[in-house]
């Protein structure tokens, strides 16, 4: 068996894996020295010359000429009088340069070759399989449920490649039955042994992303923007949207003639229940559009600690809060502010906090005072941690100003 032959013999590596020649070749070449290694501890004395356009490959094995009787090692040496019977002009010192045909090396050299090129050529799927996925970080993927299991699905694409989507990534209400095909986006990929494991989820943030981009198409051509987009899956999302023309309604856009464009993107998400918002740098307004449509009467900022109090009737608390608090949550992720919620102030037996002046230091009364907190209700109502936050005191001085408020309106 010559080397082309020999190539030919290794056609089934190359159908299945779908290799270049070129790539294949490399990798024959790559496996030759590995397996002259293996035999003659180095390849130092072997040139392998690989040939792409022809789909073969030579060895050449450079022997040193020795005196007679002179060889220490048959392999790598040759004794002057076997070298002139090639070539009467060699003289000792020379090199003596003999083609080798890989069969020549024996069977078990032939074998052994051929589970180098196998391992080689795993190597290669396995590094162009994570190479072709770790760039598709963040996208879509359409795969086959393949097998169900308890802590995770193992899913196929029509190319065979492998996906496991844990538990954890899954939507809650997913169901799903084998040969189904699904959408996913490609959360991580890392090797696992020696293969790459292509982790997938339906819960991240970016899979609403990309879903938005598919059915929308302002958002894939970049009319519309997606500032921000939270979620809890299978429950309720927050997206955050504008436009660099004035004159486009994003929210429009993106909800469509009767919730047509987004019903798509719910029903993907077993019903998540999604709100679209325009995104605003005022942080009042945002805070108040994050928080969907519930009556607010005032919202104070803190800036510094990006935390914000929120004011509201005593009948619209709990949905501003929202089931199990997920509005809030959301709205405190979409907004980047922490909200706390408070009843409406009163103001029919609120007294301004100046005329406290007799009983609590000017400085202390001032502090209050740049923090927006100008009547003792608004003081009283708040608890101490939540104006530690607004105000530069201590702890312990904000409890005795509380103290002498309540002890004046007698609470």
């Known amino acids: 068996m010559d080397n082309l032959a020999l190539i030919e013999s290794f056609g089934d590596f190359k159908d299945e894996k779908g290799i270049s020649k070129i790539d294949l070749m490399a990798i024959i070449e790559d496996s030759l020295k590995t397996l002259l290694r293996k035999r003659y501890d180095s390849d130092d004395h072997f040139d392998v010359i690989v040939n792409p356009d022809k789909g073969d490959f030579q060895i050449f094995l450079n022997k040193m000429i020795v005196e007679d009787e002179?060889?220490?090692?048959?392999?790598?040496?040759?004794?002057?009088?076997?070298?002139?019977?090639?070539?009467?002009?060699?003289?000792?010192?020379?090199?003596?340069?003999?083609?080798?045909?890989?069969?020549?090396?024996?069977?078990?050299?032939?074998?052994?070759?051929?589970?180098?090129?196998?391992?080689?050529?795993?190597?290669?799927?396995?590094?162009?399989?994570?190479?072709?996925?770790?760039?598709?970080?963040?996208?879509?993927?359409?795969?086959?449920?393949?097998?169900?299991?308890?802590k995770h699905v193992i899913l196929l694409d029509d190319d065979g490649n492998e996906f496991i989507l844990p538990k954890e990534n899954q939507i809650p209400s997913d169901y799903f039955k084998k040969g189904e095909s699904i959408r996913s986006i490609v959360e991580s990929v890392d090797f696992h042994g020696s293969k790459p494991q292509i982790i997938m989820s339906r819960t991240s943030p970016v899979f609403l992303e990309k879903l938005l981009e598919l059915e929308i198409?302002?958002?894939?051509?970049?009319?519309?923007?997606?500032?921000?987009?939270?979620?809890?899956?299978?429950?309720?999302?927050?997206?955050?949207?504008?436009?660099?023309?004035?004159?486009?309604?994003?929210?429009?856009?993106?909800?469509?003639?009767?919730?047509?464009?987004?019903?798509?993107?719910?029903?993907?998400?077993?019903?998540?229940?999604?709100?679209?918002?325009?995104?605003?740098?005022?942080?009042?307004?945002?805070?108040?559009?994050?928080?969907g449509n519930v009556t607010v009467n005032k919202i104070e900022i803190n800036e510094d600690n990006k935390y914000a109090l929120v004011y509201t009737p005593v009948e619209e608390i709990s949905r501003v809060i929202g089931?199990?608090?997920?509005?809030?949550?959301?709205?405190?992720?979409?907004?980047?502010?922490?909200?706390?919620?408070?009843?409406?102030?009163?103001?029919?037996?609120?007294?301004?906090?100046?005329?406290?002046?007799?009983?609590?230091?000017?400085?202390?009364?001032?502090?209050?005072?740049?923090?927006?907190?100008?009547?003792?209700?608004?003081?009283?109502?708040?608890?101490?941690?939540?104006?530690?936050?607004?105000?530069?005191?201590?702890?312990?001085?904000?409890?005795?100003?509380?103290q002498i408020l309540q002890a004046e309106l007698e609470i």
């Open 70 to 150: 002179m060889s220490e090692d048959d392999d790598l040496e040759i004794e002057i009088s076997e070298a002139k019977k090639i070539d009467p002009t060699f003289e000792v010192g020379e090199e003596y340069t003999q083609e080798i045909l890989v069969n020549q090396l024996g069977r078990r050299s032939v074998l052994t070759l051929k589970q180098i090129l196998s391992t080689k050529l795993q190597e290669y799927n396995n590094a162009a399989l994570y190479e072709e996925f770790h760039d598709k970080i963040g996208e879509i993927v359409v795969a086959e449920v393949h097998h169900i299991r308890n």
């Open 323 to 402: 089931k199990q608090g997920q509005n809030i949550r959301l709205a405190t992720w979409l907004s980047g502010y922490e909200i706390d919620v408070y009843r409406e102030k009163r103001d029919d037996d609120d007294v301004n906090i100046d005329e406290f002046r007799d009983e609590i230091e000017d400085w202390v009364i001032d502090e209050f005072k740049k923090a927006g907190l100008l009547t003792a209700r608004s003081i009283i109502d708040k608890d101490t941690d939540v104006l530690s936050k607004l105000v530069d005191l201590e702890e312990e001085t904000i409890d005795d100003v509380k």
């Open 217 to 291: 198409p302002e958002i894939q051509d970049g009319t519309i923007i997606l500032k921000k987009v939270v979620r809890i899956p299978g429950e309720k999302a927050k997206i955050a949207v504008d436009a660099y023309d004035d004159r486009i309604d994003p929210v429009g856009a993106c909800v469509g003639v009767k919730g047509s464009r987004i019903h798509g993107v719910v029903r993907e998400l077993k019903n998540e229940n999604i709100d679209v918002i325009q995104w605003s740098k005022n942080p009042e307004i945002m805070v108040k559009r994050a928080l």
